[in-house]
């Protein structure tokens, strides 16, 4: 994907997938006369372990086509949130945003297929990162990352997740800290149990981090602007 192609605003939030279609649009809501549908597309890893990822897309994007359960698709756009009330709890939903959408007889050569799961987000740390160990003794850090959607006065909430040394860095960052995560959406099952001590069976999702850069920090501010601010990187 060529990022230098639109103004660093614009690369705030930026992703791709190429994934089969698992079920048909449903309609979601509508906006100013426009309708705007859900599906979810698999999306295979190189372990051959498959996230289902959920999609918006406008019909003017689908165009009256049919899109067929099992075909494959190459869509490009932005990984978004937003709060939905359940059970009187406000809930965050991650789904991506369809910008295009191809289907796979005019995906053509310039596009990598082995490439079918990528998300840019430049957006500020809003919560305390919390470190912790899996029972194998792997370092994980889990983050909340707001993004500010250019043009909408808004942000999406993404949760992201690292790993190892990327975890250890991760975890002694401030809140405000600026940084740019390039990784893949996941998504994992889980169990919790409910009010009625039943357990049910959910989806989380979130950005796996592959490459880490920090963009700035609050202390930055203090700092003249006849001066270099510092970034670090740092990727797996």
């Known amino acids: 994907m060529d990022y230098n192609k639109t103004s660093l605003e ?8 190429i994934g089969k279609i698992i079920d048909l649009p449903k309609l979601s809501h509508e906006i100013e006369g426009e309708s705007f549908y859900e599906l979810k597309v698999e999306v295979e890893r190189l372990s051959k372990a498959k996230d289902i990822i959920p999609i918006t897309i406008s019909e003017r994007l689908i165009n009256n086509n049919i899109l067929n359960i099992g075909e494959l698709v190459y869509i490009t756009g932005e990984y978004r949130s937003y709060n939905k009330l359940e059970n009187d709890k406000s809930k965050l939903i991650l789904h991506f945003f369809a910008k295009e959408i191809i289907r796979q007889e005019n995906i053509d050569s310039s596009i990598n297929l082995n490439n079918t799961n990528e998300v840019k987000l430049i957006g500020y740390i809003c919560k305390k990162p919390i470190y912790r160990k899996t029972p194998f003794d792997r370092e994980i850090c889990d983050i909340l990352l707001a993004v500010n959607r250019p043009n909408y006065n808004k ?7 690292l790993w190892g040394r ?11 800290t600026k940084v740019e995560i390039i990784g893949r959406i996941q998504s994992r099952n889980y169990n919790k149990l409910d009010e009625k001590g039943d ?18 920090k609050l202390s ?10 510092k970034s670090s990187s740092i990727s797996v």
């Open 199 to 216: 357990i049910e069976e959910r989806v989380a999702y979130e950005v796996s981090c592959q490459k880490l850069s920090v963009l700035s």
């Open 10 to 17: 614009e690369q705030n939030n930026k992703g791709q997938i």
């Open 155 to 161: 942000s999406d909430y993404i949760p992201c997740i």
């Open 220 to 229: 930055d501010i203090k700092i003249s602007k006849n001066d270099n601010s």
């Open 166 to 176: 990327n975890a250890r860095f991760m975890e002694a960052q401030s809140i405000g």
